[in-house]
């Protein structure tokens, strides 16, 4: 079965410091990889995907990711974080050998303070 | 652009009773998720159909069914409600996807029930 582990439950850091959320993955053949942040009563929002080619993948609001296949994860970055980037980021990954639903982490709350 | 509309966003109901859930793809988008998360959890999927036939199913009770209907919108019927499946639903949608590809699902903002 495939999975993701997010090993952070809470992330701070200070505005205009770079931020990384952390995400390792277990699948059985190509994973296809996401991220989603949710606001508060709020639905979750894409931001980036990793299927195939560039290990970096860019995203919405100056969020990327770093595919590493050696070590199985995918890492959500972001070279100056905000205040408004504070939210809980859900990694998650595709299971495309089947009905094409995600499997999410637990969550990680990110924290970005003045 | 449009969004995956749900309604309701909030639903307030006693134990042992029905509720139903709605969820509207958006356009275009032939195949339809629900997801359930519950407070300070992940989403957990439920079920998913394509063409109107259901095409996974996942930790969904039985007190619980879905179909997709002719206009690619879903409804999710939840019947002898319990306090535990007080939660957010969510429904996404997206096209099916090809192997080469995988298509992004698209969430609607949940529909927050609360059972008492």
């Known amino acids: 079965a495939q999975s993701v582990a997010q090993p952070e439950d809470q992330v701070n850091v200070a505005e205009g410091n770079p931020l990384t959320v952390k995400c390792t993955y277990s699948?059985?053949?190509?994973?296809?990889l996401f991220w989603y942040v949710q606001y508060p009563n709020r639905g979750l929002q894409f931001l980036l995907k990793?299927?195939?080619?560039?290990?970096l993948v860019k995203g919405s609001y100056g969020f990327e990711a770093e595919f590493n296949k050696s070590q199985t994860s995918f890492h959500l970055k972001k070279p100056s974080a905000l205040v408004s980037d504070s939210a809980l980021y859900f990694c998650?990954?595709?299971?495309?050998?089947?009905?094409?639903?995600?499997?999410f982490g637990t969550g990680t709350q990110l924290k970005v303070e003045l | 652009a449009a969004g995956v509309i749900q309604s309701p966003r909030h639903l307030i109901k006693e134990k042992r009773e029905t509720a139903t859930l709605k969820c509207y793809p958006i356009?275009?988008?032939?195949?339809v998720y629900w997801y359930q998360q519950g407070p300070g959890q992940d989403p957990q999927f439920l079920i998913s159909?394509?063409?109107?036939?259901?095409?996974d199913k996942g930790s969904i009770p039985d007190r619980f069914s879905a179909q997709q209907f002719s206009d690619y919108h879903s409804e999710l019927n939840m019947s002898s409600l319990e306090l535990g499946d007080s939660a957010l639903y969510f429904c996404?949608?997206?096209?099916?996807?090809?192997?080469?590809?995988?298509?992004?699902?698209?969430f609607g903002p949940g529909t927050r029930l609360t059972v008492l």
């Open positions: 998650a990954v595709r299971d495309m050998g089947g009905g094409n639903k995600l499997t």
């Open positions: 699948v059985s053949g190509n994973p296809y």
């Open positions: 990793y299927i195939t080619g560039d290990n």
């Open positions: 356009p275009r988008h032939d195949t």
């Open positions: 159909f394509y063409e109107k036939m259901q095409s």
């Open positions: 996404a949608s997206d096209t099916f996807p090809r192997r080469e590809t995988a298509d992004t699902q698209y």
